[in-house]
């Protein structure tokens, strides 16, 4: 049997048992949800067949086509988003930087409303996290208090896009080039999302130094698991493939060797010369590469993605018009000024006027199989793992964190992913007016 008969009977397969369900009224109604078709289950058993196990062909499908997406040069896969984030934060700290390079005891701006591994990778590497806090309803960085948290110390910038809504992407560049810091975008929520900086379209990801994105299934197009990272600047691009590939010097790709043509002339360190370039470690890296076997499901995924960013918009909008009339009881999400945000999900924050709390809010729609989400962390310096560490040695608080502190209490989001039907975006919103207003809700 050759491959294609395998593949036509997998497209049939996914015909018959991968199809969509039906929603029906009572039915759970998830807040994200892998959307795909035959197209990503027969790149996956192409891949399994060639039974290249690592990465390969497709891998390289992605990046390029990633790269290309981001109007950028550079992207490399990673197993998973928290990788990407880990290996973005690690690159700063490689020697070839120079005076530039992120050394222990240094500064990263960065929120306290952020998904842990955004802030881990900055501890880990021995930094300290300067956290800043965040403006309501954009829920992202309020960048009028960056030069507070700035210091001698200070090497970097590292912050999330919340929830696909793009930060204020033009003043926290100023405020990076103006003091020479280096400024990574954590897209991992807003792959396909743009922002107008300087009259110029630009996808989120694409502005700061680095940007790093996610391909959990709940994120805008999905490979189960994995990450990238890209960028525009070559030196950069070495040092993240050397630290994602176990920090070797060589750049060869699996399998292949001696593109360079000096793989035995070459001197390194105190090496004998013409040590293997191969086995030569320019890094204390880690292996964070993905497999073929999940960028073949990303490679089907990319191609859909541009379909998906409109989906995820369509019904973000459809929520915010149907719950405007709750704008007396409920904080409603808007998008930062000059971008077109890739939703990953809708944020609300009930107000003291609502009648309830957003503790009964959540009660109420999970227990009508909506499924909901608090903020991330809400505020990170609260949890167990900060315990162990002290403020003003291992993190700093540039100010207050007012506004990191009521979205803890009084935020949280449903789904917006292109999956939903129109059925269960007008469910949502019912359910959400049933809550606040009574069986005399408009929507009831």
């Known amino acids: 049997m050759d491959k294609e008969t395998i593949l036509k009977q997998v497209r049939q397969y996914a015909k018959e048992h991968h199809k969509p369900k039906e929603y029906e009224p009572g039915d759970r109604i998830h807040y994200a949800g892998r959307v795909y078709d035959g197209e990503e289950l027969c790149n996956l058993v192409d891949a399994s067949l060639d039974f290249w196990l690592t990465a390969g062909k497709y891998t390289q499908e992605v990046e390029e086509g990633l790269a290309d997406y981001q109007g950028l040069p550079y992207c490399s896969l990673v197993n998973t988003g928290s990788s990407a984030n880990l290996l973005a934060i690690m690159a700063l700290t490689s020697p070839l930087l120079g005076d530039r390079q992120l050394r222990r005891g240094d500064e990263v701006i960065t929120v306290a409303a952020a998904f842990p591994t955004t802030v881990a990778p900055i501890v880990q590497c021995g930094a300290v996290p300067v956290f800043v806090d965040i403006d309501i309803p954009s829920y992202n960085i309020n960048p009028e208090l960056l030069e507070q948290a700035l210091s001698e110390k200070t090497k970097a910038v590292f912050l999330a896009h919340s929830l696909g809504n793009p930060f204020a992407l033009k003043p926290v560049k100023d405020f990076c080039d103006k003091h020479g810091l280096w400024f990574i975008e954590d897209n991992c929520d807003a792959l396909g999302g743009e922002y107008v900086l300087d009259g110029e379209v630009k996808k989120t990801g694409a502005i700061g130094d680095m940007g790093t994105s996610s391909f959990y299934p709940a994120h805008q197009m999905t490979m189960g698991e994995g990450g990238a990272v890209y960028t525009a600047?070559?030196?950069?691009?070495?040092?993240?493939?050397?630290?994602r590939d176990w920090g070797r010097e060589c750049s060869c790709a699996g399998g292949q060797d001696n593109l360079c043509g000096h793989r035995f002339d070459g001197q390194f360190g105190t090496l004998p010369k013409g040590y293997d370039h191969k086995y030569v470690y320019s890094h204390l890296g880690y292996n964070l590469k993905a497999t073929d076997l999940q960028a073949a499901i990303g490679a089907a995924q990319l191609k859909k993605l541009p379909s998906f960013v409109q989906k995820r918009q369509q019904h973000w909008q459809i929520l915010r018009e149907g719950l405007s009339d709750l704008s007396d009881r409920l904080i409603l999400p808007e998008k930062e000024r000059g971008s077109e945000p890739s939703w990953f999900g809708f944020c609300l924050t009930v107000k003291e006027e609502a009648g309830v709390t957003r503790n009964q809010l959540v009660s109420h729609l999970e227990q009508n199989n909506i499924q909901t989400?608090?903020?991330?962390?809400?505020?990170?310096?609260?949890?167990p793992c900060f315990e162990p560490l002290k403020e003003g040695t291992d993190y700093?608080?540039?100010?207050?964190?007012?506004?990191?502190?009521?979205?803890?209490?009084?935020?949280?989001?449903?789904?917006?992913?292109?999956?939903?039907?129109?059925?269960?975006?007008?469910?949502?919103?019912?359910?959400i007016h049933q809550s606040l207003m009574g069986k005399g809700g408009s929507h009831d």
Do not use: C
């Open 373 to 383: 989400r608090n903020l991330f962390a809400g505020n990170i310096t609260r949890h």
């Open 396 to 431: 700093r608080i540039a100010g207050s964190l007012a506004q990191t502190d009521r979205a803890m209490k009084d935020s949280f989001w449903i789904g917006v992913y292109p999956g939903m039907t129109e059925a269960m975006l007008e469910e949502m919103i019912r359910q």
């Open 233 to 243: 600047d070559p030196l950069l691009h070495k040092i993240l493939r050397s630290m």
